[in-house]
């Protein structure tokens, strides 16, 4: 049994002192070295005081034991640190936590070194035999809630870190348990046998959470891993879990946090509630990314936020990837340059509006509202031309006010300027709606149909010389009745431009004027001039 026992604590120390080895190469830069290597050496001092048991052969081994029950302790406080240091890799062993962590050891230091106190222990009985004290149970109960504690801390966050997710239910289940079942192996005992054999259960939890958890190689390229790339990155980035708590943070995501009033340091973060502004993206991961500007921000703070979902295997999400890169500058120079682009197409269409008013105002004549001659030598040749290529007919009506100079010489220019208004409000209300009516001179007007052939433009002058002849202006002397004459021209062949069309209906005008005025006629090739 004392050879099984040797074998069993030789072994279990061998493990020991390999994983140191492999710790040692991690250096301390890792958040889970530094805890899991003060595990080890608890753990190595505890074995070799059994072994000590087990070699020397005491007379009262359960009181040579007794100086590895701190070690114990220590193995259960590092435990509670190892775990911590793998849910959160940011983790750092504060006083506080160093303090609290070392009561439970300090405590079972004192019970094994003050004789007073080492009754607490083991007792001897009036027959010679040795009986756990209280300390032993109150150890025990402390050491297993504290690894019970760290195991259900761990497992619960397992699904979301990278390091263990890797790990089999039953490996981390183990891992944390083969030192609780090994203590109650030694403690149903009867009475005590002076080996305890915890101390090869906490070696081979060790192992196996350092092969199965921490695979050769993850401590020593993690850190460089952070020193070199992730907290050197630019951009804020934030590991989140499935769960919504945040995992890891770079120095960016650190600093990102502290200005949206979260304490970094607190444990746990819940990235939605820290970085509500953000809070869509995990919702809805956008690879190609969406731009978020940070309400209630002293300074204008806009970012360009992507999140990446991280599978364990497909279909298996462990986490996303949220990354915040600061686009402030570059957005408000954009809003800048957008702003100015709307202005100018404002100003540009004011300019084109200001620019039709104006080119309006020029084809216009001021006094009575009409298009004026400019408007005829611009617009009538196209006019005439796309009729011509259409196949319809085109006519002009030339109108003239009869006897305009004598009402301007009896009755003065305002009543002049009046009868000229109201004969042009006359032409505009009885022209058909696809005429254009034009003041083409002084008082005379040109309406020109497009569409219309001689016999309806014909039509259209007298009705045009009955509504004026309706007209009655009164004036101080009395009213002044108006008739005015008019000559239609209807394109033939033989009008190649439109100024040859304006002058055959200028001639037909004059014909009618010729014929005693107040009347119409029609252009014709032998027509009198």
């Known amino acids: 049994m004392a050879a099984f026992t040797l074998a069993i604590l030789l072994i279990a120390l061998l493990g020991c002192v390999l994983l140191m080895v492999g710790l040692s190469q991690a250096g301390n830069r890792s958040a889970t070295a ?34 590895g029950l701190p070690a114990a302790a220590a193995v259960a406080s590092g435990a509670t640190a190892v775990a911590s240091a793998l849910i959160n890799p940011r983790w750092r062993v504060s006083v506080s936590t160093w303090s609290l962590l070392s009561i439970h050891p300090t405590v079972m230091l004192l019970c094994a070194i003050v004789p007073s106190w080492q009754h607490l222990i083991y007792t ?20 297993v809630t504290l690894i019970v504690a760290a195991l259900v801390r761990v497992t619960r966050a397992r699904r979301r870190l990278p390091a263990i997710a ?12 083969a030192p609780v079942i090994c203590a109650a192996v030694t403690i149903s005992g ?21 092969i199965g958890a921490l695979r050769p190689g ?77 309400a209630g921000s002293t300074q204008p703070f806009i970012a360009w936020v992507t999140a990446t979902q991280i599978e364990r295997q ?14 402030t500058e570059t957005a408000l120079h954009h809003r800048e340059n957008e702003s100015m682009r709307l202005a100018l197409i404002a100003e540009s269409k004011v300019n084109e509006r200001l620019r039709a008013e104006l080119s309006e105002q020029v084809m216009r004549d001021p006094a009575t509202g ?24 085109f006519s002009l009506l030339m109108v003239d006010i009869d006897h ?111 014929a005693g005025r107040d009347c119409t006629k029609m252009w014709e090739p032998d027509i009198a001039v």
């Open 218 to 294: 993850l401590l020593e390229l993690q850190p460089i891993a952070r020193d070199w790339v992730f907290d050197k990155l630019h951009d804020a980035v934030f590991v989140v879990g499935v769960d919504g708590v945040l995992v890891d943070a770079n120095d960016h995501a650190r600093r990102l946090l502290e200005r949206s009033g979260v304490d970094a340091t607190a444990d746990p973060i819940i990235f939605n509630e820290a970085l509500s502004d953000f809070a869509g993206v995990l919702d809805a991961p956008q690879h190609d990314g969406v731009e978020v500007e940070v």
């Open 190 to 210: 009867s009475v005590p046998t002076g080996v305890d054999l915890t101390c090869a259960g906490a070696a081979l939890a060790a192992i196996m959470l350092w």
């Open 34 to 67: 530094m805890p899991l290597r003060f595990v080890v050496v608890a753990i190595m001092a505890w074995i070799a005081i059994n072994l000590n048991i087990v070699l020397s052969e005491p007379d009262e081994p359960a009181f040579v034991a007794m100086w």
């Open 124 to 143: 001897s009985s009036d027959d010679g035999s040795i009986e756990y004290g209280p300390a032993i149970f109150l150890h025990s109960t402390v050491m």
């Open 370 to 393: 009409l298009k004026n001659r400019r408007f005829v030598g611009v617009n009538v040749p196209a006019m005439m031309l796309r009729a011509r290529s259409e196949g319809s007919p």
């Open 314 to 327: 497909p279909g298996v999400p462990l986490g996303s990837l949220v990354q915040v890169r600061d686009i």
């Open 404 to 514: 305009f100079k004598q009402i301007n010489d009896v009755h003065g220019h305002t009543v002049g300027d009046r009868v000229i208004a109201a004969v042009a409000g006359a032409l505009s209300e009885g022209a058909p709606p696809e005429a254009e009516v034009a003041r083409f001179g002084g008082e005379e007007f040109l309406l020109v149909l497009p569409g219309v052939d001689s016999r309806e433009a014909f039509d259209n002058a007298e009705a045009l010389r009955a509504a004026c002849a309706s007209l009655a202006i009164p004036t101080r002397d009395g009213i002044v009745t108006i008739r005015v004459s008019a000559g239609v021209a209807t394109a033939t062949g033989v009008h190649e431009a439109a100024d040859h069309l304006i002058d055959d209906a200028d001639r037909a005008l004059y014909a009618a004027k010729q």
């Open 166 to 177: 890797a790990m089999r239910g039953w490996m981390v289940a183990l891992s944390w348990f």
